[in-house]
């Protein structure tokens, strides 16, 4: 099977688009500059697939319902740098395509708002503020004390950790409330939110009542599943965030942290 490869000028109106700037949040590395020969750049970025270019294992997040022309539309791409591209692409669990796709959104947006600013400006857009690391660090020890997010699921009340989901959705939506759109710490506590909503809805038609450990209930073992979910996606967002920041966590919360190969 043939791949669908990007053409050059969606290759082009992609880097353009995302100002050569990786649109990974948490990279924002500029991906062009001189070339020894002045008369040639250097570009480090790259076109990258959100949904695979081509059926098979060694290609991530490959989604049989496209179509040729929508796998090689620029829809179905985001501007990376290398080292972002080798990274989503061997982890694609961690990285699926609807982060991908968020990514991009947000990071296009970040690009209209630098082409409204001054140098000063952008480069203030581009650093974490105080309230960033502060916030981030609240985020984080609060989590630490949520056993919903990583105790073992034998020992789960499923209407507890329901009530537990819904104190972190309180938290989350406190800390947004006190963030501007274009930073990093917005777009993570946004998908996180996201999460407890999907959470929530997904066990809605469940009696969490009388619900209890039992791995041959079906309805055990949609919570398990829901609430396993939940825990991935908080867990890449806590890792990257400690990463950021250099914040301490604790070794409950290691529990759900992913193992980046």
């Not at 992609?14 to 002045?38: F, Q, W």
């Not at 270019?53 to 040729?68: E, F, L, M």
């Not at 080798?86 to 959104?105: F, I, S």
């Amino acid at each position: 099977m043939s791949r669908d490869n990007f053409t050059k000028p969606t290759i082009k109106k992609l880097a353009e688009r995302a100002h050569y700037i990786c649109s990974n949040p948490e990279c924002k590395k500029m991906t062009v500059g001189p070339h020894a020969d002045p008369n040639k750049s250097t570009i480090t970025g790259i076109a990258a697939h959100i949904c695979g270019a081509k059926d098979g294992v060694k290609s991530p997040r490959y989604d049989k319902d496209q179509t040729s022309d929508e796998r090689k539309g620029i829809n179905n791409g985001i501007w990376l740098c290398h080292d972002c591209s080798d990274m989503v692409d061997k982890d694609e669990k961690c990285y699926p395509a609807t982060l991908l796709r968020q990514w991009k959104k947000t990071h296009e947006e970040f690009i209209k708002t630098l082409q409204t600013k001054g140098f000063a400006s952008t480069l203030e857009l581009l650093k974490p503020t105080t309230i960033e690391i502060d916030l981030s660090k609240q985020l984080i020890n609060f989590f630490d004390d949520r056993r919903v997010l990583y105790d073992l699921f034998e020992q789960e009340i499923p209407l507890h950790g329901l009530r537990s989901v819904l104190a972190i959705r309180t938290e989350l939506t406190n800390i947004k409330k006190q963030l501007g759109q274009a930073t990093s710490l917005y777009i993570k506590v946004d998908q996180m939110l996201a999460a407890c909503r999907k959470f929530h809805s997904e066990l809605n038609d469940i009696d969490l009542d009388h619900l209890r450990y039992n791995n041959s209930d079906p309805d055990w073992i949609k919570f398990v599943t829901t609430l396993s979910e939940l825990r991935k996606v908080f867990g890449i967002h806590i890792l990257e965030l400690s990463n950021k920041y250099k914040i301490q966590i604790g070794t409950d919360l290691q529990q759900i942290l992913p193992t980046i190969t």
